[in-house]
Antibody
Framework: EVLLVESGGGLVQPGGSLRLSCAASGFIVSDNYISWVRQAPGKGLEWVSIIYSGGTTFYADSVKGRFSISRDDSKNTVYLQMNSLRVEDTAVYFC????????????WGQGTLVTVSS | DIQMTQSPSSLSASIGDRVTITCRAGQIISNYLNWYQQRAGQAPKLLIYGAFSLHSGVPSRFSGSASGTDFTLTISSLQPEDFATYYCQQAYTHPSFGGGTKVE
């Protein structure tokens, strides 16, 4: 069974940092394309970042230079390091899988809430 | 970024109704268009990929169509479990989503 389990969310002050984890099971993350997609409270979906099977990474303009996606193949886990957090980064962060470079997101985690507030 | 415009933003429907949701892409995206369903308090689920193809396990009352940069999700006969918010997403470039359509 394919599962994605996010962790690491919480309350952080503006300017602070947080690292989210996405532990995968039932498939190999390095053979797939893993993204982070976020959803602000009561709002729609926003793509944040992706790591390709080959390791190439991309970011939305809104987080470029502040967020960094990586993975640990030995743990079958993907991470999102979030620095210089802003109030507008407050959202539920979903870890999602696409089996190919075409981002058809067939599996989603349950999400982890990040709240940026003073 | 490719803008995705969904309409309507919400609609009211009854059990058994035929429901149509439209998504317009800001440029040509071929058929790289996906549809997702998000029930309240849950993560989104993939319904349709490649504009037309039904994802595994999705009921056949859901269907997708395309014409140029306009895409349509149709629910042929609305069921109680279909009351949810629906999102389109282009997969032509780095992903972008429509604003969502709440079916209530």
């Amino acid at each position: 069974e394919v599962l994605l389990v996010e962790s690491g969310g919480g309350l952080v002050q503006p300017g602070g940092s947080l690292r989210l984890s996405c532990a995968a099971s039932g498939f190999i993350v390095s053979d797939n394309y893993i993204s982070w997609v976020r959803q602000a409270p009561g709002k729609g979906l926003e793509w944040v970042s992706i790591i390709y099977s080959g390791g190439t990474t991309f970011y939305a303009d809104s987080v470029k230079g502040r967020f960094s996606i990586s993975r640990d193949d030995s743990k079958n886990t993907v991470y999102l390091q979030m620095n210089s957090l802003r109030v507008e980064d407050t959202a539920v962060y979903f870890c999602v899988r696409a089996p190919t470079i075409t981002t058809n997101y067939d599996y989603w985690g349950q999400g982890t809430l990040v709240t940026v507030s003073s | 970024d490719i803008q995705m415009t969904q309409s309507p933003s919400s609609l009211s429907a009854s059990i058994g109704d035929r429901v149509t949701i439209t998504c317009r892409a800001g440029q040509i995206i071929s058929n790289y268009l996906n549809w997702y369903q998000q029930r309240a308090g849950q993560a989104p689920k993939l319904l349709i990929y490649g504009a037309f193809s039904l994802h595994s396990g999705v009921p056949s009352r859901f269907s997708g169509s395309a014409s140029g940069t306009d895409f349509t999700l149709t629910i042929s006969s609305l069921q109680p479990e279909d009351f949810a918010t629906y999102y389109c997403q282009q997969a032509y470039t780095h992903p972008s989503f429509g604003g969502g359509t709440k079916v209530e």
